[in-house]
C-alpha cells in the first residue's frame, strides 16, 4: 500500500445539528438522496453558497500563526461558513466537501493530484472528493464548482455540459486529466492530473499537505475570493474584480477599497466583521497568474 494509504489518524465526523444547520442555510429542506440526482443536489447546492477563498489564511497569516491552519477540521470549517460565509483554499474547501456527502450516506472519498500552473511545485498539490455511485466514481470538486458531478469511466472522455461552469475529463495512461476554466482567465483552461497512488486518502493526508502551503503557496499573502452563482463567477484578487456573465463573457474592473468592501459583503456574502479582519495584501507578494 502506498504511505497516503496507510496513514492513520483521527478522522472527523461532523455534528449532526451542524449538518442540519448546513443543508438549512444551502435551502435544502430535505436531505438528498443518496442517488446522482441527490448527489447533483448536494453539489450544486455547496457550488451556489461555499466559495473558494483564503480570508480565514490571510488572518491567520496577519496573526501569531500557533494554532493549526484554519479550516482543516470540517466542523470549524462549517462554523465558520455558517458565521462569516467564508470558505477555504482547496485541503479545507474539499476536506468539508467530502465531510458533508460522507455524513450523507454517501461513497465518498478523498484524493489527491497536481494542478498543472505555471510556478507552482508539482506533485500532491491539490485535494479533491470522488463519490461512487452503483460502480462509477463522480468527481465533485467544490474548487471547480461545476454545479454537476462528473462522471471519470475509465477510457472515455466526460463533460457536465455547457456553460460557465462547465468542467471535462480527457482520458489519460494514468486516469485523467480533468480541465477547469478559472473565473479570472477565460482562455486558459488549469488541468488537474490525479494521482493513483494518493487515491484515496485520509483526512491527515490533508492536514499534511495543507500544512506545506505555510512555506508556498498562491494564496498566504493576497486576498483571492471566488464564488460561482448558477448564472455567473464572481472573483476579487489583488487590486482587481473579475465577473462572468452567463454567456462567458469576462469584465475586468478596479474596485477602490470602500467599493471592494462592499462588494464582499454584499456580493461575496462575507460578515462585516470578517472583511474588516482581512489584511492588506503583502506587497510584491506571488499569486495566481492572470491576477
Known sequence: MTEAKQRAGPEPALAPALVERVLER??????????????????AAFCGNVGFDNVQKRIWFA???????????????FKNFLQHGTGGTCWPL????????????????RIVGSV???????????????????????????????????????????STGEGIHDIWA??????????????????????????PEHDPVDHAFFLSRADRTRTVGFFNDVLFV?????????TIGRKSKFHVAPDG?????EPTEPERRKALVEEFGLSEEIVDAIPPNVAGAIAPPGL
Open 26 to 43: 444551502f435551502g435544502l429542506r430535505q436531505r438528498p438522496k443518496r442517488d446522482l440526482a441527490g448527489l447533483n443536489q448536494l453539489y
Open 63 to 77: 496573526g501569531a500563526q500557533k494554532t493549526p491552519l484554519p479550516g482543516g477540521n470540517p466542523n470549524e470549517f
Open 94 to 109: 474539499n476536506g468539508a466537501m467530502y465531510a458533508l456527502a460522507h455524513a450523507l450516506g454517501f461513497q465518498a472519498r
Open 116 to 158: 498543472i500552473v505555471e510556478g507552482y511545485p508539482q506533485g500532491a498539490n491539490h485535494g479533491s472528493v470522488l463519490v461512487n455511485l452503483d460502480g462509477i466514481n463522480y468527481l465533485v470538486d467544490a474548487w471547480m464548482a461545476s454545479f454537476k458531478a462528473l462522471p471519470l469511466i475509465p477510457g472515455r472522455p466526460a
Open 170 to 195: 480527457v482520458p489519460t495512461e494514468s486516469g485523467f486529466e480533468i480541465l477547469s476554466i478559472p473565473g479570472f482567465d477565460r482562455e486558459h483552461p488549469l488541468p488537474f492530473r490525479p494521482e
Open 226 to 234: 471566488s464564488r460561482h452563482f448558477p448564472d455567473s463567477i464572481l
Open 249 to 253: 463573457t469576462l469584465t475586468r474592473t
